[in-house]
T-cell receptor
Framework: DAKTTQPTSMDCAEGRAANLPCNHS???????VYWYRQIHSQGPQYIIH???NNETNEMASLIITEDRKSSTLILPHATLRDTAVYYC?????????FGKGTRLHILP | AAGVIQSPRHLIKEKRETATLKCYPI?????VYWYQQGPGQDPQFLIS???????DKGSIPDRFSAQQFSDYHSELNMSSLELGDSALYFC???????????????FGPGTRLTVL
């Protein structure tokens, strides 16, 4: 079973920051938090990952709480092309267990 | 940048037929993963290979088999196809980043299999 809990869906206005929360209260010390997204029927796309420090790349920022029990993916300036299902995944070995994800709708 | 290549992109088969899906990983990636995504479902892990050896196994039916070849490409063989096998099949690849680090997987565009 997936070890994360995410809202089923969220809306965000175009141009605003999209903040996607994820709970992973049972995460162990050496498990990483990964984020992927899937735009309709396309292959899942890697976004970002982290262990305990906040991370930023060209796509997004990842904020992990100090106790590591939750995290937030931030898309700084959402566009219509960011409409997708966003998966928060806890990874130890290399097998990805996808949960239900958050369906993010970007509103024009 | 080169991405994971999957072929064919679309495949239509009849019940009880066989199908072979191919996956060509990103250059220098030595690990391949297969996932199945049924209609309205989330991707489910099937099987993975590292250096041509099976490294992990998920919910792969006994009717399915897979292998990884010396050039690191992989093939998923599906026999006695059933209507329920209709799905998107994704392949992902990764390269080893170190013993203590999980490998980031990069997904291909998928093969849409329709069983009639």
């Amino acid at each position: 079973d997936a070890k994360t809990t995410q809202p089923t869906s969220m809306d965000c206005a175009e141009g605003r920051a999209a903040n996607l929360p994820c709970n992973h209260s049972t995460i162990s010390g050496n498990e990483y938090v990964y984020w992927y997204r899937q735009i309709h029927s396309q292959g899942p796309q890697y976004i970002i990952h982290g262990l305990k420090n906040n991370e930023t790349n060209e796509m997004a920022s990842l904020i992990i709480t100090e106790d590591r029990k939750s995290s937030t993916l931030i898309l700084p300036h959402a566009t219509l092309r960011d409409t997708a299902v966003y998966y928060c995944i806890v990874v130890l070995d290399d097998k990805i267990i996808f949960g239900k994800g958050t369906r993010l709708h970007i509103l024009p | 940048a080169a991405g994971v290549i999957q072929s064919p992109r679309h495949l239509i088969k009849e019940k009880r037929e066989t199908a072979t899906l191919k996956c060509y990983p990103i250059p220098r990636h030595d690990t391949v993963y297969w996932y199945q995504q049924g209609p309205g479902q989330d991707p489910q892990f099937l099987i993975s290979f590292y250096e041509k050896m099976q490294s992990d196994k998920g919910s792969i039916p006994d009717r399915f088999s897979a292998q990884q070849f010396s050039d690191y490409h992989s093939e998923l063989n599906m026999s006695s196809l059933e209507l329920g096998d209709s799905a998107l099949y994704f392949c992902a690849s990764s390269f080893p980043r170190g013993l203590a680090l999980p490998d980031t997987q990069y997904f291909g565009p998928g093969t849409r299999l329709t069983v009639l």
